[in-house]
Nanobody, 115 residues
Framework: QVQLVESGGGLVQPGGSLRLSCAASGVFSSPTVMGWYRQAPGKARELVAIITRGDSTNYADSVKGRFTISRDNAKNTAYLQMNSLKPEDTAVYYC?????????WGQGTQVTVSS
């Protein structure tokens, strides 16, 4: 059974940084795609960043230049380094993994940017 464990969320002041991690277990090969989505209260879930097994990346325009996604294929773990955080980045962040043509989601981790 594939499970995703997220960590690294929390409360940070505007301009601060956080690093999210997503570890995938139960996979027997490196996932095709690993990514992060977020959902703010009253809003739809949106793409933040994704990274393919070959390290191609795609970012939402709102986070380009501030967030960096990376992955460690040996550990089946994805990371999201978030710098220069803004209050509008406040949301629940969800890890998504595509493996063997199926999509898996993590339970979500809260990120709150506030002074």
């Amino acid at each position: 059974q594939v499970q995703l464990v997220e960590s690294g969320g929390g409360l940070v002041q505007p301009g601060g940084s956080l690093r999210l991690s997503c570890a995938a277990s139960g996979v027997f090969s490196s996932p095709t795609v690993m990514g992060w989505y977020r959902q703010a209260p009253g809003k739809a879930r949106e793409l933040v960043a994704i990274i393919t097994r070959g390290d191609s990346t795609n970012y939402a325009d709102s986070v380009k230049g501030r967030f960096t996604i990376s992955r460690d294929n040996a550990k089946n773990t994805a990371y999201l380094q978030m710098n220069s955080l803004k209050p509008e980045d406040t949301a629940v962040y969800y890890c998504q993994v595509v493996w063997e043509f199926r999509v898996y989601w993590g339970q979500g981790t809260q990120v709150t940017v506030s002074s």
